[in-house]
């Protein structure tokens, strides 16, 4: 069955430190997004994704944050200069054009330290 | 702005029993409402989905029912077995499925 697949798992970096978080979504799905859930809170909506732009964002995703479809297959969130805060489960979801529903991945633990 | 809430954290029923789930939201142009399963330390996972234009969805063990005059929906599972164990997330989409809002989940245990 197509899955959403996000690398790595875990990531543990710095504050100050730049990250990208990396994930693969299922063929022929064209929409994108990245969610979060801070330990104990809930999930958040930080960016969606179409046709090569942001299609929406949140007021999460500041400047700080950037996305990016740098090839056919991969799409990756970039936080330029993670702080304590950015510490969270970091979600990928793809949609299909015609689809209702968005896939989740098993999700990137971002520990910053 | 909380669009989409459960307004109970957890639940508990007993195995074989039904267990019902609660949804309310505010937005009236909502298209689409969903229900996600996660465990611990995993990504949602797609469970089921209505459209707005109905109220009643339904899939083996899980119903989906929807009252769009009273902005509610729920999650019935008959019977509830162990392996339901989890929480469980209300979503809404609009039309242009750019934003999933999520409730703040519900967490379902289900005693052998």
């Known amino acids: 069955e197509p899955e959403v697949t996000q690398t790595p798992s875990h990531q543990v970096t710095q504050m100050g430190q730049e990250v990208i978080l990396r994930c693969v979504p299922i063929?022929?799905?064209?929409?994108f997004y990245w969610y979060r859930q801070i330990l104990g809170q809930k999930v958040e909506f930080l960016v969606s994704?179409?046709?090569?732009?942001?299609?929406?964002k949140s007021e999460i995703f500041d400047d700080q944050f950037s996305v990016e479809r740098p090839d056919g297959s991969n799409f990756t969130l970039k936080i330029r200069s993670t702080k304590l805060e950015d510490s969270a489960m970091y979600f990928c979801?793809?949609?299909?054009?015609?689809?209702?529903?968005?896939?989740f991945g098993q999700g990137t633990r971002l520990t910053v330290v | 702005d909380q669009q989409v809430k459960q307004n109970s954290p957890s639940l508990s029923v007993q195995e074989g029993r039904i267990s019902i789930l609660n949804c309310d939201y505010t937005?009236?142009?909502?298209?689409?409402f969903l229900w996600y399963k996660k465990y611990p330390a995993e990504g949602p996972t797609f469970l089921i989905s209505?459209?707005?234009?109905?109220d009643k969805n339904e899939d083996g063990r899980f119903t989906v029912f929807l009252n769009k005059s009273a902005k509610h929906l729920s999650l019935h599972i008959v019977p509830s077995q162990p392996g339901d164990s989890a929480v469980y997330f209300c979503?809404?989409?609009?039309?242009?499925?750019?934003?999933?809002?999520f409730g703040t989940g519900t967490s379902l245990t289900v005693i052998p």
């Open positions: 979801a793809s949609r299909a054009v015609y689809g209702t529903e968005a896939f």
């Open positions: 063929s022929n799905h064209l929409y």
């Open positions: 994704f179409y046709n090569n732009e942001i299609s929406e």
């Open positions: 937005n009236s142009m909502f298209d689409y």
């Open positions: 209505i459209s707005s234009i109905k």
């Open positions: 979503a809404a989409s609009g039309k242009t499925g750019n934003q999933f809002y």
